[in-house]
């Protein structure tokens, strides 16, 4: 009786009654071990671990490598009172994950969040709500989409504690082409300032396995956009033809000549601006996050010298979209798309004590007024789906008219 205790029978998990083509078409008695059919067959090889999976999917995957380089970008605007009617702070953190995922697979290069209600953000508690009952929900999301378009490497550096980001780590990554793995080559990484090693120089930390030294020096814990010297070997990737770049790299080649230690020890880059990437090369580097106290300084307050030269509203009282619509959109350089919240633009443009207009003129403060999904089976288009929905639909239309 001890001896059947000690020899436990051996579970198995095969399906013995397996269906489809390839089994109908073999007898229907499976071979015994003991079989001399199974000598003849091949030995399987066997199972790659999960590590050589996602190293060989990485290798499979690929960004479509753009065929120039890209000066025109795109905005959208709205307001983070859509937040309210999510009742637990997992279900906001979910809804702005599903914000960032359509902003990256678009290509957004900046995201507008507008207060439409008649009090005013406070931004004097942008560091400070931890100690407010609630937090606000524009800069909730703010902090949240700022944390995800973060490159993983340096959230940690960049982003201290706080409640607002409990549940971020749990949502799906972007993965864009500037949230770039460790031994990935790319001409541009993302890195922040860890300390000064001279009045001249930085050392930053761009997710590699040596630190990069720079040719200035920046603040400790800037976050900054670097070329890396030595990436543009790569043939898949595009050199930078500016003569100052290219003085900048040489100077610092010649004043490191001597330095052997500094080379063996550190990488070497240039700080460029953040738009450098996609206007040189054409990839998509991630999107900036503003803050706008009302919808009319979503106009006013532009970081571009001359605006907005294309500005859609979306709205159910719009004209329906259409191929003879899209077809009248002009060329652009900045284009800018607003959605309302749960009661459309409108609300927004009543809230405003700037704007010495009522709902019914909303229409009146953009080029296009749109109706992006005109056969909506439901009564409300949430902002997330309209984002969805008005994107996808204008996408093409954007990319060719952009210059």
């Not at 082409?177 to 860890?194: K, Q, T």
């Not at 601006?273 to 991630?286: D, I, L, N």
């Amino acid at each position: 009786m001890d001896e059947k205790r000690g020899h436990k029978r051996k579970k198995t998990y095969d399906n013995k009654q397996r269906s489809g083509p390839d089994y109908e078409a073999s007898s229907s008695k499976r071979p015994n071990k003991g079989d001399s059919g199974d000598q003849d067959e091949p030995k399987s090889k066997p199972a790659l671990s999960l590590q050589q999976l996602q190293h060989a999917a990485h290798l499979a995957f690929q960004f479509p490598v753009p065929e120039k380089g890209r000066q025109w970008t795109v905005s959208i605007a709205l307001p983070g009172s859509i937040l309210d009617g999510s009742l637990t702070v997992e279900l906001k953190t979910y809804l702005v994950g599903q914000i960032a995922r359509a902003c990256v697979m678009f290509n957004v290069d900046e995201i507008v969040i507008y207060n439409e209600s008649a009090k005013g953000l406070s931004k004097e508690n942008l560091g400070k709500d931890d100690y407010l009952p609630k937090s606000d929900p524009n800069l909730f999301m703010g902090r949240v989409l700022q944390y995800l378009e973060t490159p993983l490497y340096l959230r940690k550096l960049l982003f201290p504690m706080h409640r607002d980001l409990k549940f971020a780590g749990l949502l799906n990554p972007l993965d864009p082409p500037h949230h770039v793995h460790l031994d990935e080559r790319s001409l541009f990484r993302e890195g922040v300032v860890v300390r000064a090693r001279d009045q001249t120089s930085s050392i930053v930390n761009c997710g590699m396995r040596k630190e990069v030294l720079i040719d200035r020096l920046v603040p400790t814990g800037s976050r900054v956009t670097v070329r890396i010297h030595g990436a543009e070997k790569d043939k898949k990737k595009k050199m930078d033809k500016d003569a100052k770049t290219q003085a900048a790299i040489a100077a610092m080649e010649a004043e490191l000549a001597d330095d052997k230690g500094a080379l063996q020890k550190y990488f070497t880059g240039t700080v460029v601006s953040p738009k450098t990437p996609r206007e040189e090369t054409g990839y998509y580097w991630g999107y900036q996050v503003r803050l706008a106290d009302s919808i009319s300084k979503v106009f006013t307050e532009s970081p571009f010298s001359n605006g907005y030269d294309l500005t859609i509203g979306t709205s159910d009282k719009g004209t329906p979209i259409s191929s003879e619509i899209t077809s009248t959109i002009p060329h652009f350089s900045h284009a800018v798309i607003v959605f309302g919240g749960a009661t459309g633009i409108e609300t927004a443009v009543e809230a405003d004590e700037d704007l010495k207009c009522d709902a019914d003129a909303a229409k009146d403060m953009f080029d296009f007024w749109l109706n992006t999904c005109p056969r909506q089976g439901s009564r409300v288009v949430r902002t997330e789906e309209a984002m969805l929905i008005t994107m996808a639909a204008l996408q093409n239309t954007l990319a060719s008219q952009g210059i």
